[in-house]
């Protein structure tokens, strides 16, 4: 099968790409080098025979040239944790260059598009939650990802497509959680808040695994999945998980949320407008106060997937992945 990977030099992106690859698939990738991490996702996929193009999804040109002869499309390129740009340049990324995607699409005939979403577009609900729980975004991020699942319903009656909310995605590849690993092993992590909200998060394996029944089963076509993995975690049991596995004891000490939801705040609200990226800010808070559990159901159903891997095995394969890279 041939594949186009958009976000490709990313964790998820390039990971997908790997697995595309050992199936045989011939995979080109669209994506950027924002910061050396994409940098050496790059090299590695190229190594084992992904075509890279570097640019941009608002590139129309680019675009039709990537396309051609494709029969399967993940998009997955976004814009997602900068916190030093104007919301217009998430809203050119994850709307206008899905839009721009889903027409080039069109015109070559692609054969199944599988659009990669996000649970920020549940925003924060209680209970659980599933594919029709009602979508209330609080931030920039939610809100453009969820004009761009509109984007991808709008132009369903013209390409088969599948839209995926993603829910939080760890294991080998992943950096964003490197830093929480990092704390920890070093004995410098401290709980904010409670430690009491769940995450239910996804091994990137078990993703894929999701991604690919997206794209093969017929059913599928016109529909919205949540990928989520086999079980919720409270922020307290993900460290004491991640202690464990890294061989060190979690931390007692605690502080209060206010505080440094406060600060966020502030810094996001003064160094935005700069430019700078804040290196606190509320989405990162977020962590520490969004909660999320997840119905299986229909993923379960429609796409016979079922996460496999536990929280455990996967922070031990993700630790080991770490050190392998010389990164703990």
Known sequence: ????????????????????????????????????????????????????TLGSVLDAEILTACVDGVDTVFHLA??????NVADQHFRDV???GTTALLRASIDAG????????????????????????????????????REGEQQVIAHGDRIPAVIVRIS???????????????AIDKNVFFMIGDGGNLHHLIYIDDLIDGMFAAAGEDNAVGEIFVLSGKEAVTTENMARTIASALGRKPSRFRAPLWPFTAAATVMEKTL??????????RRRMDFFKKSFTFAQDKSASILNF??????AQGVAATVKWYRDQGLL
């Open 1 to 52: 099968m041939k594949v186009l990977i958009t976000g490709g030099t990313g964790f998820i992106g390039s990971r997908l790409t790997l697995r595309c690859l050992q199936r045989g698939d011939v995979v080109r990738v669209l994506a950027q080098e924002n910061a050396s991490p994409e940098t050496k996702n790059r090299e590695v996929i190229e190594s084992a025979g992904a075509a890279v």
């Open 78 to 83: 976004a814009a997602q944790h900068e916190a």
């Open 94 to 96: 994850n709307v206008h």
């Open 110 to 145: 692609v054969r199944r598009f599988v659009h990669g979403s996000t649970i920020g577009v549940y925003g924060s609900l209680e209970g659980v939650i599933d594919e029709d729980s009602p979508l209330n975004p609080d931030n920039i991020y939610g809100v453009t990802k």
């Open 168 to 182: 939080e995605t760890y294991g080998p590849g992943d950096r964003r959680l490197l830093k929480l690993f990092r």
């Open 272 to 281: 935005r407008p700069l430019g700078i990226q804040p290196p606190l800010h």
């Open 306 to 311: 079922r996460s496999q891997v536990d929280f």
